[in-house]
């Protein structure tokens, strides 16, 4: 076991992603990004995902290591070659930040209009696969060192009550918010059933972030916090021995930022 930890941060191309790898590299941590978007080799990276240059750019440049790997969120195989190359290269992951979402053309839809093949390739990437991705990281861990896992949520999937507008007029859509409430089980299933082993996991919902995606899908939003924003609570959450006794819990990134991160940002 190498004395560098590891993480892996998932969709790290741009946005909260990206912000995150970052922040972890800053943090000392060696940091494997990953992208869907199939393409040119990385200068300086192993494994091709166009469009991670920047985000391994910007981490060598500041000292840090990365490595950067293609991985479909609906591709199943990638995915475990994601695991198998990040223990090649450095023998361990520590920290799995499962930020990354599917997010085809037809998210923005209303419930009739949500087509069962869009439905069924939003829970693949968001439930299926993100769940399948974390069990082999798991796997990697389990007996060896401890991991702590943080998954990024949304508020989108907490709240069972009608919201007070559909989708497309400031509300999230149904698929959207039915696969994040998914996935937010996912933690506290791991707390109960693994935390006496090492393996601590989080739900962070980041709130509302001005990102590339929200800015696509919403538009400007007026009080939107930046993407270090998160990147600094999910760091906080990966490292501090403080963060242990949120293992398995909800949280929003707003709170533990004025909380625990504010100081000396
Ligand atoms: N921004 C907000 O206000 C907000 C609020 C609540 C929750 N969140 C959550 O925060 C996370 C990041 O959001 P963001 O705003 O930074 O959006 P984003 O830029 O769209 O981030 C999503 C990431 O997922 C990757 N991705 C897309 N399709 C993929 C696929 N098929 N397989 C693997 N990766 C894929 C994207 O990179 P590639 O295209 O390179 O693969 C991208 O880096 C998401 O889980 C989102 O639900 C965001």
Same mark, same amino acid.
């Given at each position: 076991?190498?004395?560098?930890?590891?993480?892996?941060?998932?969709? =790290?191309?741009?946005?909260?992603?990206?912000?995150?790898?970052?922040?972890?590299?800053?943090?000392?941590?060696?940091?494997?990004?990953?992208?869907?978007?199939?393409?040119?080799?990385?200068?300086?990276?192993?494994?091709? =995902?166009?469009?991670?240059?920047?985000?391994?750019?910007?981490?060598?440049?500041?000292?840090?290591?990365?490595?950067?790997?293609?991985?479909?969120?609906?591709?199943? =195989?990638?995915?475990?070659?994601?695991?198998?190359?990040?223990?090649?290269?450095?023998?361990?992951?520590?920290?799995?930040?499962?930020?990354?979402?599917?997010?085809?053309?037809?998210?923005?839809?209303?419930?009739?209009?949500?087509?069962?093949?869009?439905?069924?390739?939003?829970?693949?990437?968001?439930?299926?696969?993100?769940?399948?991705?974390?069990?082999?990281?798991?796997?990697?861990?389990?007996?060896?060192?401890?991991?702590?896992?943080?998954?990024?949520?949304?508020?989108?999937?907490?709240?069972?009550?009608?919201?007070?507008?559909?989708?497309?007029?400031?509300?999230?859509?149904?698929?959207?918010?039915?696969?994040?409430?998914?996935?937010?089980?996912?933690?506290?299933?791991?707390?109960?059933?693994?935390?006496?082993?090492?393996?601590?996991?989080?739900?962070?919902?980041?709130?509302?972030?001005?990102?590339?995606?929200?800015?696509?899908?919403?538009?400007?939003?007026?009080?939107?916090?930046?993407?270090?924003?998160?990147?600094?609570?999910?760091?906080?959450?990966?490292?501090?021995?403080?963060?242990?006794?949120?293992?398995?819990?909800?949280?929003?990134?707003?709170?533990?930022?004025?909380?625990?991160?504010?100081?000396?940002?």
């Amino acid at each position: 076991m190498s004395d560098k930890r590891v993480a892996v941060v998932t969709g =790290a191309r741009r946005g909260i992603g990206k912000a995150t790898a970052l922040a972890m590299a800053a943090a000392g941590f060696r940091v494997a990004v990953t992208s869907s978007n199939p393409g040119l080799p990385v200068a300086g990276a192993k494994g091709t =995902a166009a469009g991670l240059s920047s985000t391994v750019d910007a981490i060598t440049a500041a000292g840090g290591e990365a490595l950067a790997l293609p991985m479909d969120l609906l591709d199943r =195989a990638s995915i475990g070659r994601v695991v198998d190359a990040v223990i090649a290269q450095w023998g361990q992951i520590d920290v799995l930040v499962n930020n990354a979402i599917y997010q085809g053309d037809t998210l923005q839809c209303t419930v009739m209009d949500s087509a069962p093949d869009m439905l069924e390739r939003v829970f693949l990437g968001q439930v299926v696969n993100t769940t399948y991705l974390t069990q082999r990281v798991i796997g990697a861990a389990l007996g060896r060192h401890p991991l702590r896992v943080i998954n990024v949520g949304s508020a989108g999937g907490r709240f069972d009550d009608a919201q007070a507008h559909p989708v497309g007029q400031g509300g999230t859509s149904f698929v959207y918010a039915a696969s994040k409430a998914a996935f937010h089980k996912l933690a506290p299933m791991l707390h109960t059933e693994l935390a006496h082993a090492g393996v601590h996991a989080f739900t962070m919902n980041p709130g509302l972030v001005q990102t590339e995606a929200l800015t696509q899908f919403v538009g400007t939003v007026p009080g939107a916090n930046p993407v270090e924003m998160p990147a600094r609570v999910i760091t906080w959450l990966a490292t501090a021995p403080e963060a242990l006794i949120l293992s398995g819990t909800y949280q929003d990134a707003v709170t533990l930022y004025e909380r625990h991160c504010s100081v000396g940002a």
